[in-house]
């Protein structure tokens, strides 16, 4: 692997993400977006964030709003903002300089038709023989006619020159300039084409190293020529492993549906830091070998020389059967590992917003108080409208009686303990040692062992056996509300 050279410390690395806003933000254009936004921040350099927006055919709104809402959800912001259709002068003159230096001509013909030259690998066009060959002043008299033209690279077709550049995960790229089409740099609306626009503005920014999708390595002969023509030395190139589906295709909305998206991963309850976390792990590898990191950890780690060849593999399941699965499973595990992380106070801050869309009207001091209790039983964010939901609505909605039977016991050992409960918590402290000692010695009263006194309880508050320890659930449910759900469990038929 070509080393990708770290700027001296009197040159801090320019890099920037520059995504179309032609559809919604990709998780593999988010990965790109951390890895530039990594080797910037290591590095101490500048993140420019440019929407390559000239497309304006297939340019939407609604992508650019997809393109914003999970790079502000990522929360890791950029230095410098542009629009390329801004600058469409530049592109332009851009363009006009290679014109002026002979290394472009103007192409009147229909695209693709007349005296086509074709490669005999693969037979695809290269360029049109009579446009190419056009003397200066019959091109300058029909352009000034109004004919329409696109302008088109004059790639070298003699000498048998070779275009190549280092990149830094992939080494060495070599290729024949005799296999490169004349390739447009004007579109005959005179618009610039990606090509121009994206290597005038690399160049005008100042992007030191550019950090793009695999899917771009092939583009960079065209740009190496471009920046070259134009007579700006081409930055370095790095290029990512692409992500793929389990079944190695690659990841597409069309195919794999909304788990190709950044906002699903938002909207299903990810920390973006544990998402961060996730996506850096697809295709780089840290020398310690560490899964679980903090985006501090990241920046003071991170390295392209970690980044892997191979594409990346996100292993999620078609059709998933539950929700969770629709995910890697690597991912919904370190979610919960920093989901534990959390703090407290922050775990609440995050969980309210979900609780209080749902409906619910649910104080911060209550969810402050509820979040340690579900902390290590969530892997998502929005599993406490499951883990927590008794917490939250003052019905319980309807469960099976006979799930108020204690283990080796019976329908009357239940309606026993249920109606001793009541009393003896009638008269207690709604605190944990209180309400601890009060249930055991009910239990010894009753000749029950203590886990037969607590299940009855733990189901007339909560609904269910599986919920978060007893004494705390019952401190933050609060004398009025579990007094009247264990007098409504004991009007139940219990059988």
């Known amino acids: 692997m070509h080393k990708f050279i770290d700027p001296p410390s009197s040159a801090k690395p320019r890099v920037r993400f520059a995504p179309s806003p032609t559809g919604f933000l990709h998780v593999g254009s988010a990965r790109t977006f951390i890895f530039n936004w990594l080797y910037a921040r290591h590095n101490g350099g500048t993140m420019i964030l440019r929407l390559d927006d000239t497309d304006v055919e297939r340019n939407t709104q ?225 020398k310690n070998d560490r899964e679980n990191m903090t985006l501090q950890g990241l920046i003071e780690i991170f390295s392209l020389e970690g980044i892997n060849r191979s594409n990346a593999v996100v292993n999620f399941k078609e059709p998933a059967a539950t929700p969770e699965e629709t995910f890697d499973q690597k991912a919904v595990w370190l979610n919960a590992e920093h989901i534990r992380g959390l703090p407290v106070e922050d775990l609440s801050d995050r969980l309210l917003p979900i609780v209080r869309g749902e409906g619910f009207t649910v104080a911060a001091a209550k969810m402050l108080r509820i979040a340690p209790l579900i902390r290590e039983r969530i892997k998502l964010l929005r599993d406490v409208l499951t883990a927590a939901d008794f917490f939250f609505v003052d019905q319980l909605p309807p469960y099976d009686p006979a799930e108020l039977i204690p283990q080796k016991g019976d329908a009357a050992m239940a309606l026993k303990v249920l109606t001793r409960a009541r009393e003896v918590l009638a008269n207690v402290e709604f605190k944990h040692d209180p309400l601890d000692r009060a249930l055991r010695a009910a239990a010894q009263e009753l000749g029950v062992k203590a886990g037969q006194m607590f299940q009855p309880v733990r189901v007339a508050v909560c609904g269910r056996k599986n919920a978060p320890p007893l004494f705390e659930t019952l401190e933050v449910l609060g004398k009025e509300t579990v007094l009247e759900r264990i007098e409504q469990a004991t009007l139940l038929n219990i059988t």
């Open 62 to 286: 609604a992508s650019v709003d997809s393109i914003f809402d999970g790079l502000k959800w990522l929360n890791l912001g950029w230095d410098e903002e542009y629009k390329q259709s801004e600058r469409i002068e530049l592109h332009r003159q851009t363009a006009w300089t290679i014109f002026g230096k002979g290394l472009a001509y103007r192409d009147f013909t229909p695209a693709h038709t007349g005296d086509a030259e074709k490669s005999g690998a693969q037979g695809t066009w290269l360029f049109n023989r009579g446009a190419r060959e056009i003397s200066p002043a019959e091109s300058d008299r029909r352009a000034a006619a109004g004919e329409p033209f696109a302008l088109r690279f004059r790639v070298p077709r003699k000498g048998g020159q070779l275009v190549r550049f280092a990149d830094g995960v992939y080494g060495e790229q070599v290729k024949s300039a005799a296999d490169i089409e004349d390739f447009a740099l004007l579109r005959s609306d005179g618009m610039p084409t990606y090509h121009l626009a994206s290597c005038a503005d690399d160049a005008d920014l100042r992007v030191s190293h550019i950090i793009r999708g695999q899917d771009h390595l092939s583009n960079t002969f065209k740009h190496v020529l471009i920046f070259e023509a134009a007579g700006f030395t081409p930055p370095q190139f790095a290029h990512l492993p692409l992500l793929v589906a389990p079944d190695g295709t690659k990841l597409s909305k069309r195919r794999h549906g909304s788990v190709v998206s950044v906002t699903t991963y938002r909207d299903a309850g990810f920390l973006p830091e544990a998402f961060i976390n996730f996506l850096c792990l697809l295709g780089w590898s840290p």
